[in-house]
Each structure stands twice: as structure tokens, then as C-alpha cells.
């Protein structure tokens, strides 16, 4: 049976990341913090996309594992950053819609958060925080931790101006219409 490679250049264009350089040295998994938790291992995520087989990696929990560390980056003598490729196959599950079957919650917290950089330019802790809170439902039971880390000065109420705001809203503009996606400015 010949692999399907439409999967792998997608993943390639997208990622930029040279899939195909990977020999499955097993650097990635054996340094991974989280892989042990993974049901996919980061080298065999790599492999299956070699081999096409878009919804079994699309659907894996694994690509949510990653907390983006870049230790499999760091390690790959070809210098395949796995981070950047597994935040694509985020992406790609949550336009597929793949992604609810793995990780509800993480989705939301992903989809949170890029929303948060998307209109402050930075992450905005407690528009990030009450926002996810009110999507999982938990924003009632959440509210005595929110208050007490407020109360310590670790959630800032009000988001911080940065330098360059414009131009992260000019990028995100750029990213959607690259991917073909028109969204409305924050």
C-alpha cells in the first residue's frame, strides 16, 4: 500500500518543518517531559504523517500532550522542531473537527488563549482565565481562586499595553487569510 503524502506536505507547508528528514532516532520521545502520558509518541506522530494517516494523528491526545517545550527540537539531529509541527496538527484537528474527540478542554484553553493574543497582542490573564472558565463551565467554582490570585498581585485586572499591537492584529489578519479564513478583527 502506498502512503497517501497529501497529508505530510500539508503538515510540511504549514509547519515548515522538513518531516521527511526524520529517520526515527528517538531523541524526541526519549527527552519528551510528557510522552509517557502520550498515546502517540512525538516519533511515531512523525511517522504517521509520513504514512498519511491524517485522522488517526488528527484524533490523537497526544498532539494536546504538548506543552511546547521544545526539548524534541533541541535534540533532533535534523533540527525538526516537533513543537511547531504539533501546534499545526492543532490547528489542523480544530479545522477538521477532529479536536473535540481528544481534548475538550484543552481546545478551549487553546482557542482561549490565541483569542487573548489575538486582542491584547499578549496574554491578558484575566480576560484569558474568565473566558475559559465560562466556556468549561466552571467560572462559579473558579471564582475563589481568581480573586485570591488577584488579591496577590498575580493576575493584573487590567491588560498591559505593549509596543507593536498593531502589528501582532496585522499578523494574525495575514495568518487567516493565508489559510484561507477571513476573521473579523478583534
Not at 528528514?21 to 526519549?30: R, V, W
Request: with cysteine; glycine share 6%; net charge positive.
Amino acid at each position: 500500500m502506498i502512503p497517501d503524502t497529501s497529508f505530510a506536505a500539508a503538515v510540511q507547508e504549514r509547519s515548515g518543518e522538513k518531516l521527511a528528514a526524520c529517520y526515527q532516532c528517538l531523541k524526541c520521545t526519549a527527552g519528551c517531559p510528557l510522552s509517557s502520558h502520550m498515546d502517540l509518541k512525538p516519533n511515531a506522530i512523525l511517522r504517521m504523517i509520513q504514512y498519511g494517516q491524517r485522522e488517526r494523528v488528527l484524533k490523537s491526545h497526544a498532539i494536546w500532550f504538548c506543552v511546547s517545550c521544545m526539548t524534541c527540537g533541541v535534540r533532533c539531529p535534523n533540527d525538526i522542531d516537533i513543537s511547531v509541527v504539533m501546534d499545526t496538527l492543532r490547528e489542523m484537528a480544530i479545522e477538521e473537527g477532529y479536536a473535540y474527540a481528544a481534548e475538550k478542554r484543552v481546545v478551549q484553553l487553546h482557542e482561549e488563549f490565541v483569542r487573548s493574543v489575538k486582542l491584547w497582542g499578549r496574554l491578558h490573564e484575566v480576560t484569558f482565565y474568565m473566558a475559559y472558565m465560562a466556556r468549561s463551565l466552571d467560572i462559579i467554582a473558579s471564582i475563589p481562586s481568581g480573586l485570591a490570585l488577584m488579591a496577590r498581585g498575580k493576575l493584573p485586572f487590567l491588560p498591559k499595553r505593549i509596543k507593536g499591537g498593531k502589528q501582532i492584529k496585522r499578523l494574525f489578519k495575514e495568518a487567516y487569510k493565508t489559510k484561507g479564513q477571513l476573521e473579523e478583527e478583534a
